[in-house]
């Protein structure tokens, strides 16, 4: 055998030898919790439009081995690797985007996407109000409920687990209201059988006061806030990231006693849709809220940047008197 040969027999056994270390199975689905049309893939798959595939995959299974999975075809333009577990509900960079997979071994990554641990959120929405009609349960965020048969149809909801975020359009986009733990009978009269999209909002946990008790300068983009039952940031928080008309809704009205502004300006007032006395804050941490509004607040909105609290004034009749007055 010429040295040749030989040299090619040992490459050919080298690469044969990879592909068997980074061996495994991984099967995509069409849609979130394992549902629709699934395909399994046990080795190099560079485009998935071959198998038509391609932009489809909403979950996905690891059985075995670790997968390198990316956006564009010929494992090109964002890639993640998948150890073996369960992923009921791809992130939305990679939601309905694969494009290419393929079995890698350990030693040729250095990061990775651990499988994600049991969902502990849950929401389960009913298509009329006091929980009934049909149901539909979600345990992962959706970002468009028609692939569920369920777009524009939520009435009612029971919540787990954690906060939910629902949404009038798909994405999470359009007027959006964050519901925490319990029974909502009823939801809100700008959301009722309009909800498009809906994701778990992650577990606010109690912290103790900031040393700053002053608010400071921050940006008027992404506005986000956090309200408290109790003084001193204790007890439960509500995050905002929206418009919110009435807590009420939300079973917070009249209940803040703390807040902290993470972004943007907001103004929160003592009536629902913005009405009463209105105070605005910038961002900072208010562990005690003055008077007019501790256990007052009900609603909350962002706002352009103006200085921390102003009070907005009814307006004032200009009585007008000589030859000129109307």
Not at 174 to 202: K, Y
Request: contains cysteine; glycine residues 8%; charged residues 25%.
């Amino acid at each position: 055998m010429s040295l040749r040969r030989s040299l090619l027999l040992l490459l050919f056994l080298l690469l044969a030898s990879t592909r068997l270390s980074a061996s495994g199975e991984i099967v995509l689905f069409q849609y979130p919790d394992f549902m629709g049309r699934s395909i399994s893939l046990q080795g190099y798959t560079p485009d998935l439009e071959n198998l038509r595939f391609n932009d489809r995959a909403a979950s996905i299974l690891v059985r075995s081995g670790d997968w390198e999975v990316c956006t564009d075809a010929n494992f090109r333009g964002s890639c993640k690797v998948l150890r073996p577990g369960e992923y009921r509900q791809l992130p939305y960079d990679f939601l309905d985007r694969i494009s290419s997979a393929r079995a890698v071994s350990r030693s040729s990554y250095q990061s990775y996407v651990p499988p994600p641990s049991p969902a502990s959120h849950r929401i389960e929405l009913y298509s009329a109000r006091r929980f009934r009609g049909g149901a539909l349960t979600l345990t992962a965020a959706v970002a468009d409920l028609r692939r569920q048969g369920f777009d524009d149809v939520p009435a009612s909801a029971i919540i787990s687990g954690g906060p939910w975020e629902l949404c009038t359009e798909a994405g999470f986009r359009g007027t959006c209201r964050v519901f925490p733990e319990g029974r909502h009978e009823s939801l809100s009269w700008d959301l009722a059988h309009q909800i498009s999209s809906a994701r778990p909002l992650p577990q606010v946990q109690e912290r103790p006061p900031q040393t700053q008790p002053f608010p400071h300068q921050g940006s008027r983009h992404g506005a986000s806030a956090l309200i408290y039952e109790g003084a001193g940031f204790r007890g439960r928080a509500l995050p905002l990231r929206g418009a919110v008309t009435d807590f009420e809704h939300l079973g917070f009205n009249d209940r803040a006693e703390s807040l902290r502004v993470e972004s943007g300006y907001w103004e929160f007032c003592t009536d629902a849709d913005f009405r009463g006395q209105c105070h605005r804050l910038g961002p900072g941490d208010y562990p005690e809220l003055e008077r007019s509004l501790n256990r007052r607040i009900s609603s909350a909105r962002p706002v352009a940047e103006a200085p921390p609290n102003r009070h907005r004034h009814e307006a004032q009749p200009n009585f007008q008197f000589g030859p000129n007055a109307l």
